[in-house]
């Protein structure tokens, strides 16, 4: 069969050869940003870098519950300390500490004037309006001095980060209401395949639930996308046309599955030649081999196979790839290493993505047990599985204990 694609188009291409195209791509379509508040700023990406306007913590304070005084005041023998008054966290700071005394003072309240060390209120005793200090009371114990988190002028924070709860909230106790964050990016989402039943309706022979779509939903959702599902699409090149362009002119990203390997349903690598660019097909992985990337319109498409393994492998290297890059994070993912709990002998070149439960063993070791069923269309053994092993390029014989790298699902 002859190519559907123009001369020139990248395919056979390695996997890391893939990643960087995609990656390529992405960033020549980052996505606007906008200011959003900053409950609506978790999971986004970070489009300014975040300079402090202020100290953290902004005034020297108390860590404890106890008595503010100063060290000097402390002999060999501890000290018996007159109480002076009372400082409560939030209080105006306009208590100043005289030589010689103490004040009450409770956690995150302003250090007085003059005071230096909190005794926490555990360690002393009470004595009429005076208490005993105990001895070696270090200098500046349970105090939190101001900037010794944050200076002013420092950049806590950096354009491309990933917005974690702590880090919104590092921009909360910088008193700052709202960040510039990437917009979140527009994906549909389109199973195809002329054997595809919604589920709940009674399958003719040959057919089959769509079970993609689920799939592919719940991983954009659990990623902080908000997908479109649209209509199933059959083998039909003029409705797949029709469709994917209609789409490709509404979305950030047209995500596909299904159609796109070169059989004669596999209607998307053409349609997507015909109106639009190819920036490669085919990669060497497995599963996933025939995966799908252009642009059409205003949109990025890529076109996952068909098959349920392969969709969970594409979308968590490829696809994560492309949303991340789109919203311009240049923070890497976090990445796992695991030692393996059975081996793997791998006879070809690809790279290969195996399914696996990871577990931690009761000597804090990750380590990942390769399932034995192969196959991308098996889905119940991706049900079991919370991972995917890397197996790297070229034949590969991975005993027990080998360190991998995984891809930890969702
Ligand atoms: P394709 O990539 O279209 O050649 O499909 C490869 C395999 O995946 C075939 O066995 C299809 O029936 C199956 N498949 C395609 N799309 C879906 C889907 N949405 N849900 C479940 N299986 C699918
Ligand atoms: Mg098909």
Same mark, same amino acid.
């Given at each position: 069969?002859?190519?559907?694609?123009?001369p020139?188009?990248?395919?056979?291409?390695?996997?890391?050869d893939?990643?960087?195209?995609?990656?390529g791509?992405?960033?020549?379509h980052?996505v606007?940003?906008?200011?959003?508040?900053?409950?609506?700023?978790?999971?986004r990406?970070l489009? !300014?870098?975040?300079?402090?306007?202020?100290?953290l913590?902004?005034?020297?304070?108390?860590?404890?519950?106890?008595?503010?005084l100063?060290?000097?005041?402390?002999?060999?023998d501890?000290? +018996?300390?007159p109480?002076?008054?009372?400082?409560?966290?939030?209080r105006?700071l306009?208590?100043?500490?005289?030589p010689?005394?103490?004040?009450?003072? =409770?956690?995150?309240?302003?250090?007085?004037?003059?005071?230096? =060390?909190?005794?926490?209120?555990e360690?002393?005793?009470?004595?009429g309006d005076a208490?005993?200090?105990?001895?070696?009371?270090?200098?500046?114990?349970?105090?939190? +001095?101001r900037?010794?988190?944050?200076e002013?002028g420092d950049?806590?924070l950096?354009?491309?980060q990933?917005l974690?709860?702590?880090?919104?909230?590092?921009?909360?106790?910088?008193?700052l209401?709202?960040l510039?964050?990437?917009?979140r990016?527009?994906?549909?989402?389109?199973? =195809?395949?002329?054997?595809?039943?919604?589920p709940?309706?009674?399958?003719?022979p040959?057919?089959?639930?769509?079970?993609?779509? !689920?799939?592919?939903?719940?991983?954009?959702?659990?990623?902080g996308?908000e997908?479109?599902a649209?209509?199933?699409?059959?083998?039909?090149?003029?409705q797949v046309?029709?469709?994917?362009?209609?789409?490709a002119?509404?979305f950030?990203?047209?995500?596909t599955?299904?159609?796109v390997?070169?059989?004669?349903?596999?209607?998307?690598p053409?349609?997507?030649?015909?109106?639009? !660019?190819?920036?490669?097909?085919k990669v060497?992985?497995?599963?996933?081999?025939?995966?799908?990337?252009?642009?059409?319109?205003?949109a990025?498409v890529?076109?996952?196979?068909?098959n349920?393994?392969?969709?969970?492998?594409?979308y968590? =290297?490829l696809? +994560?790839?492309?949303?991340?890059?789109?919203?311009g994070?240049t923070?890497?993912?976090p990445?796992?290493r695991?030692?393996?709990?059975?081996?793997?002998?791998?006879?070809?070149?690809? +790279?290969?993505?195996?399914r696996?439960?990871l577990?931690s063993?009761?000597?804090?070791?990750?380590?990942?047990?390769p399932?034995?069923a192969?196959?991308?269309h098996?889905?119940?053994?991706?049900?079991?599985?919370?991972?995917l092993?890397?197996?790297?390029d070229g034949?590969q014989?991975?005993?027990v204990?080998?360190?991998v790298?995984?891809?930890?699902?969702?």
């Amino acid at each position: 069969m002859t190519s559907p694609l123009p001369p020139g188009v990248p395919t056979g291409v390695s996997f890391d050869d893939a990643l960087k195209i995609v990656r390529g791509v992405a960033t020549r379509h980052v996505v606007d940003a906008q200011s959003v508040a900053l409950s609506r700023a978790h999971g986004r990406v970070l489009r !300014e870098d975040l300079v402090a306007p202020m100290a953290l913590p902004a005034f020297d304070n108390s860590a404890m519950d106890g008595y503010a005084l100063r060290h000097a005041d402390l002999g060999a023998d501890g000290a +018996r300390l007159p109480l002076a008054g009372e400082q409560f966290a939030g209080r105006a700071l306009d208590l100043a500490l005289a030589p010689g005394a103490c004040v009450r003072i =409770t956690t995150g309240a302003a250090l007085p004037a003059g005071a230096d =060390t909190v005794v926490i209120k555990e360690d002393v005793a009470i004595d009429g309006d005076a208490i005993s200090v105990p001895a070696g009371l270090p200098l500046g114990a349970n105090v939190r +001095r101001r900037g010794e988190d944050v200076e002013p002028g420092d950049r806590v924070l950096r354009v491309g980060q990933w917005l974690s709860p702590a880090r919104v909230s590092l921009a909360a106790s910088l008193g700052l209401p709202s960040l510039s964050v990437s917009r979140r990016p527009t994906v549909a989402v389109y199973t =195809t395949g002329d054997e595809l039943v919604e589920p709940g309706i009674a399958l003719a022979p040959g057919q089959i639930y769509d079970s993609n779509r !689920e799939l592919l939903m719940g991983l954009l959702r659990a990623d902080g996308l908000e997908p479109t599902a649209w209509p199933r699409l059959p083998d039909d090149p003029k409705q797949v046309e029709i469709a994917l362009r209609d789409a490709a002119c509404a979305f950030d990203m047209v995500l596909t599955c299904g159609g796109v390997s070169a059989g004669e349903k596999d209607h998307l690598p053409g349609v997507l030649a015909r109106f639009g !660019e190819v920036h490669l097909w085919k990669v060497r992985m497995k599963p996933g081999m025939p995966v799908l990337f252009g642009s059409l319109d205003q949109a990025r498409v890529l076109g996952l196979p068909g098959n349920p393994v392969s969709v969970l492998a594409t979308y968590l =290297t490829l696809g +994560r790839a492309l949303l991340d890059g789109l919203q311009g994070r240049t923070e890497a993912r976090p990445a796992w290493r695991a030692r393996l709990a059975a081996p793997i002998d791998k006879p070809h070149a690809r +790279r290969e993505f195996v399914r696996a439960r990871l577990f931690s063993d009761d000597d804090g070791m990750l380590r990942a047990d390769p399932s034995a069923a192969t196959g991308s269309h098996r889905l119940r053994a991706a049900a079991d599985a919370n991972a995917l092993i890397v197996v790297p390029d070229g034949p590969q014989r991975l005993a027990v204990g080998d360190a991998v790298d995984v891809l930890v699902i969702a």
